[in-house]
């Protein structure tokens, strides 16, 4: 069994409780599955991520998406643990058959907030959140199940916004390296493996149904081969955002519009250019 864990820590984008109609339509597909050769696994940027039947295709193997809106690592484990006990998993990626695909687009140029995400809090990771990324490497390893660590694109809009994001790969990439891993962070993504548009995402953070393929498309180019070759993270990622954005051609990535209130009952925006350097 292959599994790709889709590498998230919690920073703010759930959506709603686990226990709504997708989720349950989701795990009873998942008990009634002939075979699964590969679980993709993680929350929301999951449930709207990779589209399995796709996947599946492309890949010439079992692919099923069990990505979940605010899925927590802890319930990550115990699909985990649920899947090697049904099915003969041979590999594994975390980051999160089923996918959420919404046909709302975003128009290019049309991204734009009243207020900030704010900055992603490296230092509260907890000590449990690391200690089940331990159990799930260990029950991998016993069933001989190849563990895939990476993150899911997000807008270039969202990560400037959230302004420390090298802060939080730099952790993430030192965190699986000393677990014996490397760490694939496709908002780092070159484009000869990756080019998105405004339009790929329903928000600044999820994708609507065309980003939904695309970006499938784009797993499967990078997990079915490319992954394997020597100094794969070099040759198709940079090393760091702010090593992106040098590189990337001036653009404007949205508005920030934040709300200012006077001392009379009316208010103004004031808008902001979130663009390139």
């Known amino acids: 069994m292959l599994i790709f864990f889709i ?26 599955q002939d075979k699964i050769d590969y ?9 709207h991520g990779v589209e399995a039947n796709n996947a599946s295709q492309k890949l010439g193997k079992a692919v099923f998406n069990a990505g979940t809106p605010s899925q927590k690592i802890d319930g990550t484990y115990a699909i985990l643990r649920q899947a090697v006990k049904l099915y003969k998993i041979e590999k594994v990626e975390y ?19 009243d207020s900030k995400e704010g900055k992603i809090n490296v230092s509260e990771v907890s000590e ?42 730099s952790f993430c990439r030192d965190f699986t390296a000393e677990k014996g891993f490397s760490y694939y962070d496709f908002n780092l993504a070159r484009p000869e493996i990756l080019s ?16 939904v393929y695309v970006w499938t ?33 001036e653009k404007i990535f949205g508005l920030y519009m934040p709300k200012i209130r006077f001392k009379r009952s009316f208010r103004f925006r004031q808008a902001n250019l979130v663009k390139s350097a």
């Open 217 to 249: 498309n784009a797993f499967c180019d990078f997990f079915g081969s490319k992954y394997k070759e020597e100094n794969a993270l070099e040759k198709y990622f940079y090393s760091s955002f702010a090593q992106k954005m040098a590189e990337m051609p």
């Open 128 to 169: 449990d959140w690391k200690d089940t990324i331990d159990k799930i490497i260990a029950l991998c390893r016993e069933n001989d199940i190849e563990l895939i660590l990476f993150s899911m694109p997000c807008s270039d809009f969202y990560l400037n916004e959230r302004g420390n994001y090298d802060e939080y790969y």
């Open 7 to 32: 590498f998230t820590i919690p920073i703010a984008f759930i959506l709603k409780d686990d226990a709504n109609s997708y989720a349950r339509v989701l795990f009873h597909e998942f008990y009634n």
């Open 95 to 113: 980051a999160g058959k089923g996918c959420v695909l919404d046909l709302e687009e975003i128009p290019d140029g049309g991204f734009s907030n």
């Open 196 to 211: 998105l548009t405004d339009s790929d995402f329903r928000d600044d953070n999820h994708f609507c149904k065309k980003g």
């Open 39 to 47: 679980l993709v696994c993680g929350a929301s940027h999951v449930s």
